[in-house]
């Protein structure tokens, strides 16, 4: 019986670590991601040493300002490909996040979003239907995938403006660029 107890208590105190992530970054993450829709590139960006700031413009749009700072920011870039030889044919989507310097598993849901100022991007020549936008619907979560990868998985609804990306569920290898 004691031997049983000595294992289960062996097995939990070497798996606590399993779920803490606790990666500090040293430089900039990119990566090109996997799950893209077809005519487009998608990247994932983690920028450490930063802060993220969302301020209105003249006409009270939302515009992000990234300055130098004690948070890692989350980057998300979906960008559709474009027909050649076509003026104002670009098409941008971008999810922004601002996570804590030591990346940590996080869950959060609706208005918790803006904890971390999760905000989605539209930049294209559309008419009145562009800009910055705060998510306060949807999901938003960060785990532990791997010895030293994370699980990125938003899922979230805009209201404002169409949207293409409205789930984004990535794995970022933090390999070269992390320390424990």
């Not at 992000?64 to 050649?84: C, Q, R, S, W």
């Not at 020549?125 to 994370?150: A, V």
């Amino acid at each position: 019986m004691k031997n049983i107890w000595l294992l289960i208590t062996v097995l939990l105190v070497s798996c606590k670590p399993c779920q803490n992530i606790d990666y500090n970054l040293k430089e900039a993450v990119l990566i090109k991601t996997a799950n893209c829709p077809d005519n487009a590139e998608c990247s994932v960006e983690l920028i450490p040493n930063k802060s993220l700031e969302f301020k209105k413009d003249g006409i009270g749009a939302l515009y992000p300002v990234i300055t130098e700072g004690d948070k890692t920011i989350l980057k998300y870039t979906f960008n559709k490909n474009t027909i050649p030889n076509t003026q104002d044919g670009s098409y941008t989507e971008v999810v922004f996040a601002e996570l804590d310097k030591t990346i940590t598993h996080v869950s959060l849901t609706s208005k918790e979003l803006q904890t971390v100022k999760l905000h989605f991007g539209r930049l294209c020549y559309c008419k009145g239907q562009t800009g910055y936008y705060p998510i306060t619907n949807g999901n938003f979560n960060i785990k532990k995938s791997g010895k030293k990868s994370i699980e990125i998985t938003i899922d979230f609804k805009i209201s404002e403006v169409p949207q293409i990306i409205s789930k984004i569920n990535e794995i970022v290898s933090l390999k070269s660029n992390a320390t424990n």
